[in-house]
């Protein structure tokens, strides 16, 4: 016979991950221009690096459509700083999300 107790440590502590910028998912960002006052605000479902990376090959496609910050980049010569993006804000659920990027939209001068 042995005593077990009912209280484990693992109940009260709590390990989490620590995740890198780049790597979190649902969030909502803001690229900032290297020049001036300018920025992009965007959401994501998916990991943050993957979206920046697809802004950037986009940026360098030969296309017809662009995106906003193709356009911007291109039409208006920002050039924005993709070492340092900004995570405004983390939601899972897509509407709040979509909310919060109108939000912070809407906030930029």
């Known amino acids: 016979m042995a005593y077990r107790g009912i209280n484990k440590l693992n109940r009260f502590i709590k390990v989490q991950k620590v995740l890198s910028r780049s790597s979190q998912s649902n969030v909502v960002y803001k690229i900032d221009c290297k020049d001036c006052d300018a920025s992009y605000v965007g ?15 986009h940026i360098n496609r030969n ?23 900004h995570i405004l804000d983390k939601e899972q659920i897509l509407h709040k999300r979509l909310l919060s990027e109108m939000i912070h939209i809407k906030r930029q001068k």
């Open 43 to 57: 959401q994501t479902s998916r990991c943050l690096k993957t979206r920046i990376t697809e802004h950037k090959n």
């Open 63 to 85: 296309t017809t459509q662009h995106s906003v910050i193709t356009q911007y980049r291109i039409d208006l010569g920002y050039d924005f700083n993709w070492d340092k993006v």
